[in-house]
Nanobody, 125 residues
Framework: QVQLVESGGGSVQTGGSLSLSCTAS????????MGWFRQAPGKEREGVAT???????TYADSVKGRFTISKDNAKNTLYLQMNSLKPEDTAMYYC???????????????????WGQGILVTVSS
């Protein structure tokens, strides 16, 4: 049974940092493209960052230089380090997996087959 479980969300003030984790079970993350997505109230789900099978990363323009995606294949876990957080980063954050080894560009949520339940990140001004 495939499962993705996010952890590490919470509330922080503007300029603060948070680290998200996503532990996968039922499959090995190494050959998959893994990604973080977010959805704010009243908005569509958008891509934040992805990391593919050769650990090539992509980022949304809005988070470049502030967020870092990484994975630990041995622990079957995906991470998102978020620094210099802004109120507009407030959203539900979702971990996802796509059955693609290579993903050189940011890909829509529809291309990801497995999803976590999401975790809330709130940034206050």
């Amino acid at each position: 049974q495939v499962q993705l479980v996010e952890s590490g969300g919470g509330s922080v003030q503007t300029g603060g940092s948070l680290s998200l984790s996503c532990t996968a079970s039922g499959f090995a993350v190494s050959p998959y493209t893994m990604g973080w997505f977010r959805q704010a109230p009243g908005k569509e789900r958008e891509g934040v960052a992805t990391i593919d099978g050769v650990s090539r990363t992509t980022y949304a323009d809005s988070v470049k230089g502030r967020f870092t995606i990484s994975k630990d294949n041995a622990k079957n876990t995906l991470y998102l380090q978020m620094n210099s957080l802004k109120p507009e980063d407030t959203a539900m954050y979702y971990c996802a997996a796509a059955r693609r080894f290579y993903m050189p560009t940011m890909t829509p949520p529809s291309q990801f087959q497995y999803w976590g339940q999401g975790i809330l990140v709130t940034v206050s001004s």
